[in-house]
């Protein structure tokens, strides 16, 4: 029996990680465990590993990882302590395999660990750019320490080529997470608007911010010309709670203010059939959640992308790029509203998945030869013009 160790910290990683842990369980010769930590386990964050109780995944072992407070400080004090946790839950539990997803700070812990206790990593989503965020170091750091890569997009694979990963370790799978966007019920509009507790009053948007952790980017100023962008626009306003980047408290305690208003609900967390289903009603996203860019493309949303956080990653047509202005958002979400902006996404395709990528994924982690050549990775160099 092959041993997969599953580790999520919070609902950015999670949504890509739950059709992975439930084909998991499905397969045949294969034993899944899932390690639970980070914001899941944080009741300021929703203790949302009460989702993962819900889908009946075997929760393996719980670990604190959340910073003390929004201080860069505190995280990397955080990383420090996680990673000695992780050390001792991973030399119990001794996988086969550690499939590590996405991107957040967190992951740079379960990651040195397993280095040193020789235990192979499989990762997803390498090769993106944010450029906007220290994810995006992470990522690329990720990517080094792990012996298996599942990635969304044909040039993602050939950053991590260009990164020295040898061929035959990188799939092309796309974000698991979209192989929900046809499998999971969702909930109508009704429906919709009991579990929010809101009437949903056109236009919907959807708002999420997160702190931009890399640059001049203020997180402050930049939520300040957000919720002044939005202040009055009609309609309903469903925004979703920041996540324990540094620098969140600001962002928390604007929206906070902003949800005062009888037209605004705020949540912690939604949860994949609610969110899934909220995106199929809204008439817009705002803020620099990956979300615009990852999953709105399957529901032919409008998207306006605020600021840098996001910036490098592959786009389509449903995303509109703005500055952190009061003026240029305003503006940019106005479009985004339009009718003419709307219907001309109607063939629009997500790049980032076709609905397979769960199954592609499962396929390797169950026939990988998990022998010597797996943990002793080589450099690939490649030859450059002038090179012999």
């Known amino acids: 029996m092959r041993r997969v160790v599953v580790v999520t910290f919070g609902r950015s990683d999670y949504s890509s990680g739950m059709p992975i842990m439930r084909a998991l369980q499905q397969t045949a010769g294969l034993d899944l465990g899932v390690v639970v930590s980070g914001m899941h386990l944080s009741a300021r964050f ?26 860069a400080a505190a995280s990397a004090v955080a990383v420090g302590e996680g990673t000695v946790r992780f050390a001792r839950s991973l030399s119990r539990l001794v996988p086969d395999l550690l499939l590590l997803v ?14 040193e206790l020789r235990i192979p990593v499989a990762h997803i989503s390498g090769g993106d750019v944010t450029e906007g965020a220290i994810d995006n170091q992470v990522r690329h750091a990720v990517s080094k320490l792990s012996h298996l890569h599942f990635v ?5 694979a050939a950053r991590l080529r260009q990164m020295g990963e040898e061929p035959w ?27 929010l507790g809101v009437t949903l009053q056109r236009p919907v948007i959807l708002l999420s911010h997160h702190p931009t952790t890399l640059g001049a980017a203020d997180p402050a100023r930049e939520i300040d010309a957000l919720m002044n962008a939005v202040a009055d626009f009609p309609g309903t306003f469903i925004a979703t709670a920041p996540n324990s980047d540094h620098g969140y408290s600001a962002i928390e305690a604007r929206l906070e203010q902003f949800a005062s208003r009888p037209n605004v609900r705020l949540v912690t967390s939604l949860g994949q059939q609610l969110y899934f289903s909220l995106l199929a009603q809204a008439d817009a996203m705002v803020g620099n959640s990956s979300s615009a860019i990852w999953e709105a493309p399957s529901f032919r949303l409008p998207a ?13 047509a449903n995303v509109i790029h703005t500055p952190a202005d009061t003026g240029a958002i305003r503006s940019a979400l106005g479009r985004a509203l339009t009718p003419d902006f709307r219907n001309g996404l109607r063939q629009l395709q997500n790049p980032y998945g076709d609905g397979h990528s769960t199954a592609r994924i499962v396929s390797v982690l169950s026939q990988v030869d998990l022998g010597p050549a797996l943990l002793q990775k080589r450099f690939v160099d490649l030859l450059t013009s002038g090179t012999a």
């Open 304 to 316: 306006v992308d605020v600021g840098d956080r996001q910036k490098g990653r592959a786009c389509t």
């Open 102 to 115: 996405v991107d957040r700070a967190e992951l740079l812990a379960p990651a040195i660990a397993a280095l």
């Open 169 to 195: 370790r990188i799939t092309v799978s796309g974000d698991p997470a979209l192989d929900l966007v046809e499998t999971l019920p969702r909930l109508d509009r009704a429906a919709v608007a009991v579990a």
């Open 46 to 71: 929703g203790r949302t590993v009460t989702f993962v109780e819900a889908d009946g995944f075997p929760i393996v072992d719980r670990l604190e990882l959340i910073a003390a407070d929004d201080s």
């Open 152 to 156: 969304a997009l044909p040039e993602h």
